[in-house]
């Protein structure tokens, strides 16, 4: 197993942390184990004002017991959250995963994005709007100046597409409304209107007892993505409180009691993923 970081905009710490199997060995024929693999870039929640643990580590961990390379993507968050900068950095984490694909064991086309709460937000920014010539632009001038200031993680990105082939959004931050002292001053802010049939094939669960992101947030989401035709699966659970991540004891060693409903979305999200991608 092979586990490093890549630093991708060291001026709003933005980095990019590999949790990868290795590469089967070139004496070994045919491999026992899947390769190329799946892919996915985990965004975890925190409100724009800090990176979740719970939903960082343990995800990477139960996604990679699915067979799954996993990239935690620390995005960025509190005076750096402004504008098109978090949607830039999902942006460059894709492109940066097809970038090294096959160094890395991945196959190029099935990478996902994942994110929590804001990190949903991040993550559903670039499911809506991965082709607005806005944020092309954006991207290129920060590479451009990156590249100027020695920082080589971005080289040649735009090569390479930043659509995600899909999208999983676990109670995400969707729209305004939600239960924060202060909305971040971002671009993308509001994304059910920019939903099109453009978009990635999405999983969308929340909690009726979330009472941080009101749920109707994704189920509004969801809505408007069946509406365009883009291929979705929702999962409503009755229990639960706001920050779950995996669902197990393993991320929520802080809470005496877990719901078993909302416990089943991990796996089922991994088959959900085979599934659309049909392999």
Avoid: K
Avoid at 187 to 198: F, G, Q
Wanted: charged share 20%; with cysteine; hydrophobic share 40%.
């Amino acid at each position: 197993m092979r586990s490093f970081t890549v630093t991708m905009n060291p001026s709003r710490n933005v980095t990019l942390e590999a949790v990868c199997f290795d590469l089967p060995s070139p004496d070994e024929q045919p491999t026992p184990l899947e390769h190329p693999r799946p892919a996915i870039v985990i965004c975890p929640g925190g409100s724009y004002q800090f990176l979740s643990q719970r939903e960082a580590d343990p995800v990477a961990a139960a996604y990679l017991a699915h067979g799954f390379n996993a990239f935690i993507l620390r995005y960025s968050i509190r005076e750096h959250a402004l504008g098109l900068a978090p949607a830039i950095d999902a942006a460059r984490a894709v492109r940066w995963v097809r970038a090294h694909a096959e160094e890395l064991g991945v196959d190029p086309q099935r990478v996902a994005i994942l994110g929590f709460s804001a990190g949903g937000h991040v993550a559903a920014q670039l499911a809506t709007h991965w082709q607005d010539d806005e944020l092309v632009a954006a991207e290129r001038s920060e590479y451009a100046a990156l590249r100027f200031l020695g920082v080589a993680a971005n080289e040649r990105l735009l090569d390479y597409p930043s659509r995600p082939d899909a999208l999983v959004a676990s109670y995400a931050v969707l729209g305004t409304g939600w239960a924060t002292d202060q909305e971040p001053a971002l671009t993308y802010l509001d994304l059910y209107d920019a939903v099109s049939p453009h978009c990635p094939p999405s999983f969308v669960w929340t909690t009726a007892e979330d009472a941080v992101v009101p749920p109707s947030q994704s189920a509004r989401f969801a809505t408007a993505l069946e509406a365009q035709g883009v291929e979705v699966e929702y999962h409503l659970y009755d229990r639960g409180e706001h920050g779950l991540s995996t669902a197990t004891q393993v991320a929520n060693a802080d809470r005496a009691e877990l719901p078993e409903g909302p416990g089943s979305w991990l796996p089922r999200s991994a088959a959900w993923l085979r599934e659309t991608w049909g392999r």
